[in-house]
C-alpha cells in the first residue's frame, strides 16, 4: 500500500531564505508525483508535475526532483517570500488516477 | 489549465440534513474525483466519478451515504447523505486536463454540521 510522507510538518523562516521540503513514497511504481499548494480554507493549486521519468521540474522560484528509487522528491523554493506562506501537497498517482496524498508540510515565511 | 467551479463554496448544515455539491468543469473530462478533507487532515479520495457508469467508491465510503451523479462530461455532483457532524470538511472535485495527466482542483466546498 503507497503511503506518502512529508517532512517537516511545519516550518517557519525568515523572508528571503531558501528552503527544501520532502516527500517519501513507499512504493517507487509510480505514474507521476505533483506538488500543490493550498491556501487556508481553499482549494488546491498545482505547482508542479513530474512524470515517472523525468528527474525534475523547474516553475520560477520553485525546482522540484524526483528519484523514483529512493522514493522521493524534494521542492526547492528560492528566495521566499511572505506570498509563499501555504501548506504544501505532495501527491503520487499510482495509476489511473489513484491520487494519495502527504500530510503536507505548513510554511509560514516571516516579513 | 482546466477551470473547475464548485457550489456552494460554504454551507453550514444541521445534522440529518443532506447537502448536494456541484462541481463544474470548463472542458469535458473522462473522470472526476471527489475528496474529502477533514480539519487538519490531508486530502481522502472519495470515489471516482465516471460519465455514463456508476461511480467507484474507495474503501470507507459508501453509495448511500455520498451518491455520485456524473449526467455528462463537465458536470457532477455528491451528496453527503444524512450528515453528522463528522462529516465536516472540506469537499474538493477534480479532474485530469484532457490529453495531460495533471490534476486540477477546484476551490472546495466547505461543510460544517452541527
Known amino acids: 500500500k503507497q503511503e506518502v510522507t512529508q517532512i517537516p510538518a511545519a516550518l517557519s523562516v525568515p523572508e528571503g531564505e531558501n528552503l527544501v521540503l520532502n516527500c517519501s513514497f513507499t512504493?517507487?511504481?509510480?505514474?507521476?508525483l505533483q506538488w500543490f499548494r493550498q491556501d487556508p480554507g481553499k482549494g488546491l493549486t498545482s505547482l508542479l508535475l513530474i512524470q515517472s521519468s523525468q528527474r525534475e521540474q523547474t516553475s520560477g522560484r520553485l525546482n522540484a526532483s524526483l528519484d523514483k528509487s529512493s522514493g522521493r522528491s524534494t521542492l526547492y523554493i528560492a528566495a521566499s517570500q511572505p506570498g509563499d506562506s501555504a501548506t504544501y501537497l505532495c501527491?503520487?498517482?499510482?495509476?489511473?488516477?489513484?491520487?494519495?496524498f502527504g500530510a503536507g508540510t505548513r510554511l509560514f515565511v516571516k516579513a | 489549465s482546466a477551470v473547475i467551479s464548485q457550489k456552494p463554496s460554504r454551507d453550514i448544515c444541521q445534522r440529518g440534513t443532506s447537502l448536494t455539491i456541484q462541481c463544474q468543469v470548463d472542458?469535458?473530462?473522462?473522470?472526476m474525483f471527489w475528496y474529502r478533507q477533514q480539519p487538519g487532515q490531508s486530502l481522502t479520495l472519495i470515489a471516482t466519478a465516471n460519465q455514463g457508469s456508476e461511480a467507484t467508491y474507495e474503501s470507507g465510503f459508501v453509495i448511500d451515504k455520498f451518491p455520485i451523479s456524473r449526467p455528462n462530461l463537465t458536470f457532477s455532483t455528491l451528496t453527503v447523505s444524512n450528515m453528522s457532524p463528522e462529516d465536516s470538511s472540506i469537499y474538493l472535485c477534480?479532474?485530469?486536463?484532457?490529453?495531460?495527466?495533471?490534476?486540477?482542483f477546484g476551490p472546495g466546498t466547505r461543510l460544517t454540521v452541527l
Open positions: 472542458s469535458q473530462v473522462t473522470m
Open positions: 477534480s479532474a485530469p486536463l484532457a490529453g495531460l495527466n495533471e490534476q486540477f
Open positions: 501527491a503520487v498517482n499510482t495509476g489511473g488516477f489513484k491520487t494519495i
Open positions: 512504493d517507487s511504481a509510480i505514474y507521476n
